[in-house]
Nanobody, 124 residues
């Protein structure tokens, strides 16, 4: 059982930046692909980005490409989401997820483990 805990959310003005972190409980963290998803009120959960277990390959939804960067530190069992040039439409609860395959995350929005979420609010 992998426990994931997100942090770093908050309130920021449009154009600003935030860095989210997701800490995993397991030393097997390095075996998992990791991803970030978000869900705005009244909307379905949306895939944002994913990174392979090695960290060598990253994937992004078109809506965040060029603005968001996913990275991971396997020595610290942590994955990060650097969000720049934030827009009001980025407002959502952000969740990290772990999966055996990055394809599960980016193609099927399916994770084996999920965090509890952290709120990001971008004001105009």
């Amino acid at each position: 059982q992998v426990q994931l805990v997100e942090s770093g959310g908050g309130l920021v003005r449009a154009g600003g930046s935030l860095r989210l972190s997701c800490a995993a409980s397991e030393r097997t963290f390095s075996r998992y692909a990791m991803g970030w998803f978000r869900q705005a009120p009244g909307k379905e959960r949306e895939y944002v980005t994913a990174i392979t277990s090695s960290g060598f390959i990253t994937y992004y939804a078109d809506s965040v490409k060029g603005r968001f960067t996913i990275s991971r530190d396997n020595a610290k069992n942590t994955v990060y989401l650097q969000m720049n040039s934030l827009k009001p439409e980025d407002t959502a609860t952000y969740y990290c997820a772990a999966a055996v395959s990055s394809a599960d995350l980016r193609d099927r929005s399916r994770g084996d483990y999920w965090g509890q979420g952290t709120q990001v609010t971008v004001s105009s």
